[in-house]
C-alpha cells in the first residue's frame, strides 16, 4: 500500500507513511499552545503587525468585540486529536491532514501577524549557483529550502505554480522533482505581485 498524501508514493501499512506521521503529529504537537494563544486574538487583545492593503476608509458601524475568525479557528483546533497514528489509520488521512495543517498555520497568522519575510534574493541564488543541487521531490525540497533559501513553501505552492505553468517538473516518475532555484524563482514571482 502506498501513502495517501499527495506526491508521497512511500510505502505504509497504513493510510500514511512514518514520515507523513511524523509531519502530522509536528502539527498536531503545536495545536494546544495555539488554542491558548488564539484567547488573546479572539478578544482583540493581541499588537501584531497588519496585514497590509491600505486604509480602512470610512466604513460605517465598528469592529466586532470578538474576532470570529480566530474564534472559528480555535473550535476547529480543538475538534482535533492528539495522535498522528490514529489519524494515519484513516482513510481520508492525507485530507485530514492538509486540513489540520491548514487550521494550524492560519492560527499561527492570526496569532503572530504577517511575517515580514526579507529575502536577499540575489544572495541565495548565488549560494545555490555555488552548491548546484540536483532537483528533488517536492517533500525533500520543502525542508530543504526552509534551511537553505530561508523561505517557507508547501507541497501546495508547488504542485499551484506546476498547474498554472510557473514551474515544470524536471522528471515526473516516480515523482515529479524540480530545481530549487526553478521553485525560488516562483516564489519571488507569486512575492512581486503582492
Known amino acids: 500500500m502506498e501513502c495517501t498524501t499527495q506526491d508521497c508514493n512511500n510505502g505504509t501499512s497504513t ?3 512514518s514520515q507523513c506521521v511524523n509531519d502530522l503529529q509536528a502539527w ?3 495545536v494546544p499552545d495555539l488554542i491558548e494563544a488564539l484567547d488573546v486574538t479572539i478578544a482583540r487583545l493581541d499588537c501584531v503587525r497588519s496585514a497590509g492593503g491600505g486604509g480602512g476608509g470610512s466604513k460605517p458601524g465598528s469592529k466586532a468585540p470578538l474576532n470570529l475568525d480566530a474564534l472559528q479557528l480555535q473550535e476547529n483546533l480543538r475538534s482535533v486529536g492528539t495522535s498522528a497514528k490514529d489519524y494515519a489509520l484513516d482513510e481520508n488521512a492525507a485530507g485530514l491532514a492538509w486540513l489540520i495543517q491548514d487550521w494550524a498555520t492560519k492560527a499561527e497568522l492570526l496569532v503572530s501577524g504577517p ?3 526579507y529575502v536577499d ?3 541565495v541564488r548565488a549560494k ?3 552548491r548546484r543541487p540536483d532537483p528533488m521531490p ?3 525540497l520543502i525542508p530543504w529550502l526552509r534551511d537553505n533559501a530561508k523561505i517557507t513553501v508547501t507541497q501546495f505552492d508547488i504542485r499551484n505554480w506546476a498547474r498554472r505553468g510557473k514551474l515544470v517538473p524536471v522528471e515526473r516518475d516516480p515523482l515529479p ?3 530549487p532555484y526553478d521553485v525560488l524563482n516562483a516564489w519571488h514571482d507569486t512575492r512581486e505581485k503582492v
Open 15 to 17: 493510510y500514511l507513511c
Open 177 to 179: 522533482t524540480y530545481h
Open 138 to 140: 517536492t517533500r525533500k
Open 128 to 130: 545555490l549557483e555555488e
Open 115 to 117: 511575517v515580514a519575510e
Open 28 to 30: 498536531l504537537d503545536k
Open 121 to 123: 534574493l540575489a544572495k
